[in-house]
């Protein structure tokens, strides 16, 4: 995972700021039931991890 990163997601919006760059993605950080929910995939390949899904399982892998 890519050291010194900054990600900065507002709720309700589908743009972050990584580093200080606009970037978009398919999804939105949402607020619900006093949690705060962000997309796995997208911070996650941000912070240079790599996503798989196992289907026989249910489960989310991440890997650096």
């Known amino acids: 995972v890519r050291q010194g990163m900054e990600v900065k997601l507002k709720i309700g ?3 972050a700021l990584v580093n200080g760059e606009p970037v978009t993605f398919d ?3 949402v607020f619900k039931n006093d949690r ?3 997309p796995l995939r997208f911070v996650s390949e ?3 991890a790599n996503i798989r ?6 489960t989310v892998i991440i890997e650096d």
Request: net charge negative; charged share 30%.
């Open 13 to 15: 919006d589908n743009v």
């Open 27 to 29: 999804t939105k950080a």
């Open 36 to 38: 705060t929910m962000v």
């Open 46 to 48: 941000v912070l240079g």
């Open 53 to 58: 899904w196992d289907d026989a399982t249910k």
